[in-house]
């Protein structure tokens, strides 16, 4: 892993660490029973589409890693801004609301989308 004297500005980055813990835990390893699917998220700081930060959180190995899928296509992808997706995590905006007010994007597999819940992530501590 590289060291880089810059971590990320983003709040995402913080809950992509959290999450990587979290699928070590039982309740994780349930998760990747249950879902088994790959979703790629391009989070920016401000507006969708420009300076976005992508991450991957594989639930069919239980990984968490920065950068674009390189195992094929992902089964889902969404777009968002690092404030949107803050809350659609924590449970504070509901995804189906999100997508369709315009605050995320989707592409890939619809029924693949619809398991991105926040179930799927950590309760947050204090961020």
Do not use: C, W
Not at 10 to 15: G, M, N, P, T, V
Not at 43 to 62: C, H, Q, R, S, T
Not at 70 to 75: F, I, N, R, S
Request: charged share 25%; net charge positive; glycine share 8%.
């Amino acid at each position: 892993m590289a060291t880089s004297s810059t971590s990320s500005p983003l709040k995402a980055a913080a809950l992509m660490e959290q999450m990587k813990l979290h699928l070590a835990t039982d309740a994780g390893k349930a998760l990747l029973k249950k879902i088994g699917l790959v979703y790629q998220l391009h989070v920016a700081p401000k507006k969708i589409g420009f300076n976005e930060e992508i991450y991957v959180v594989d639930l069919k190995k239980g990984e968490v890693t920065k950068g674009p899928y390189e195992g094929g296509k992902p089964d889902a992808t969404f777009s968002f801004k690092d404030d949107d997706f803050i809350k659609i995590s924590s449970g504070k905006m509901n995804p189906q609301i999100a997508f369709m007010r315009g605050a995320m994007k989707i592409k890939g597999s619809m029924s693949a989308a619809n398991k991105f819940t926040p179930d799927i992530f950590p309760k947050p501590s204090k961020m």
